[in-house]
């Protein structure tokens, strides 16, 4: 019998998900696409998993890594594909134009390049403008040298103006990066594409012409003080293990290495088949809510490689072969990052190779 930890993928989830992404999106602006964000092997969820069960309804797919978006195109996905890094040389870029894939474009010598790959078909590209996130992008000092070769470069085809937020999510908001955005399109007459998940959320008025929700597809809220499930989002992937020993300890004694939890009760403790190996965060703490048999309870001690410790002194008919949540379905992945200062977008990310997959 294999070790009892399973992911579980819920594809009709990731599709309600993605509709909610599109509904929030029309409240602010009618009409607005919206790229399905799978970069990262779609998050930890598998590309294909997600790509196949977005394939009626997604409008494009966006990610970075060039290998997956020519997998997509072999696979018979003929949807337009942004590469949200762009391409990194020669031969990449021959494979953007041979595949048909939209590319960021964040550098000057980029526009050269293709202009002398002399595409067939002129080449649809998102020019990245750096508005304050200072990752990516032109610079307000250069609009008008992108101005005059836009204007005379052959080789690019429909241009989309494009900008990242830095902090939808956060204190400073979205107006100082709108505004400096306007002032940088002036003159530029093209389509925009400006909304994580965040902004969609929260400054759906963003979000023409297309926007690109990541982390709200796979069920995550991007926001510390909003739940997934107040914006009806619905958890994708849950990860689920077993009970598979039980131990008794009395006042005094201790649980894992360290010895970071000392009983201060008699204390039933279970020990679960997951661990930092199969992704579970090795930052959370002793407290971090765990479902068994459904009912929540916390973890005790540090979390070791392939096992971890949680309180079952209130569970006295949890037993060996009781099922455990560690997220997702009845526990948000957003309380267990918390708990393990962290974000759910790097739970996800981390799910380990070794953890066996069933599409539910
Ligand atoms: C990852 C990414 C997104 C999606 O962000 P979420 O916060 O997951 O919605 C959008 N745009 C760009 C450029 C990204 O890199």
Redesign the pocket.
């Known amino acids: 019998m294999p070790r009892p930890i399973q992911a579980h993928i819920n594809s009709s989830a990731i599709r309600h998900n993605y509709l909610v992404a599109k509904r929030f999106a029309a409240s602010g602006a009618n009409g607005a696409k919206a790229w399905a ?1 799978v ?1 990262a092997n779609a998050y930890g969820h598998g590309l294909f998993r997600i790509a196949n069960a977005l394939r009626d309804v997604a409008d494009g797919f966006a990610l970075l890594e060039i290998e997956a978006a020519i997998a997509l195109r072999e696979a018979g996905f003929q949807h337009p594909i942004l590469l ?1 890094e762009g391409f990194f040389d020669a031969e990449d870029l021959a494979a953007c134009i041979a595949y048909g894939f939209t590319a960021c474009v964040h550098q000057m010598y980029q526009l050269q390049m293709i202009r002398k790959a002399q595409p067939a078909v002129p080449m649809p590209i998102y020019l990245k403008l750096n508005t304050g996130m200072n990752r990516l992008g032109f610079v307000p000092e250069q609009i008008p040298a992108l101005r005059s070769e836009l204007a005379q470069n052959p080789a690019i085809g429909s241009v989309t103006l494009m900008m ?1 937020f830095a902090e939808a999510d956060g204190e400073r908001g979205i107006d100082w990066q709108v505004k400096e955005f306007a002032q940088m399109c002036t003159g530029l007459d093209h389509p925009v594409s400006m909304a ?3 902004a969609i959320i929260n400054f759906p008025q963003t979000a023409h012409d297309w926007v ?5 597809l796979y069920g995550s809220s ?1 926001f510390a003080d909003v739940s997934a499930k107040q914006l009806e989002l619905t958890p994708v992937m849950t990860l689920t293990s077993r009970i598979l020993a039980v131990q008794k300890i009395q006042p005094g004694e201790r649980v894992g290495y360290g010895g970071t939890f000392v009983a201060t009760r008699p204390t039933r403790v279970g020990i679960v088949a997951c661990g930092y190996a199969d992704g579970y965060p090795r930052h959370a703490s002793t407290g971090t809510p765990i479902l068994v048999n459904g009912v929540r309870t916390q973890t005790l001690g540090r979390v070791s490689m392939d096992m971890l410790a949680c309180d079952l002194t209130d569970l006295p008919e949890a037993d060996i072969g009781a099922p455990v949540v560690l997220w997702g379905e009845g526990l948000s992945a957003d309380e267990v990052a918390a708990a393990a200062g962290t974000i759910s ?1 790097e739970l996800f990310c981390a799910l380990a190779p070794r953890v066996p997959v069933v599409e539910i």
Request: proline letters at 14%.
């Open positions: 964000v970069k949200m990242h994580n998940s965040a690109r929700p990541g982390i709200m991007p977008y």
